[in-house]
């Protein structure tokens, strides 16, 4: 950080010093009244070049601290988002467990409170499940394998779910895998 500062620094127009347009016999005939007066005007001058660059530095400091405010947010969404679509198989799995029929109904009630704890967590979390069957066919949330002709269906309609969908707020975490009609 040291060092983006005095790059920073270095990267700044030198101070210009005021130009000295007084020749020696005009400066020795001024009066001290008037050396004051031009020497206060040189001062205000350089004071005011340092406020520009002072106030250059704030704003750049000011960017750099949005710009890094933002990208941990996306760090952060990203990070979790990416953890989410991890389990999401094992969602998908403990789903296929419980529709496979089972001769235990403890064994079977056991796989379905783990299904809910997962799901619970997750829709704690922010994630919905995309819809998908019978909604009109959206390349942005859909991702169509198949394709059917089936006049009772509208055109661009999803007909079928192959894999279920998710999101968590804006994000995908994964397209809903369908069999588009007409």
Known sequence: M??????????????????MEQTEAETAAETPEEAAARQLEQLREENKALEER?????????????????????IYGDAVAGTLRELLPVLDNLQRALDSPCADEDYKKGVELIHKGLWEIMTGMGVEEIAATGVPFDPDIHNAVMHIEDDSLGKNTVAQVLQKGYRMGERILRYAMVQAAN
């Open 54 to 74: 002072h106030l250059r530095l704030m704003a750049e400091f000011g960017n750099f601290k949005n710009r890094t405010a933002k990208e941990k947010d996306n």
């Open 2 to 19: 040291a060092e983006q500062e005095k790059e920073t620094l270095d990267q700044q127009p030198p101070l210009e010093e005021p130009a």
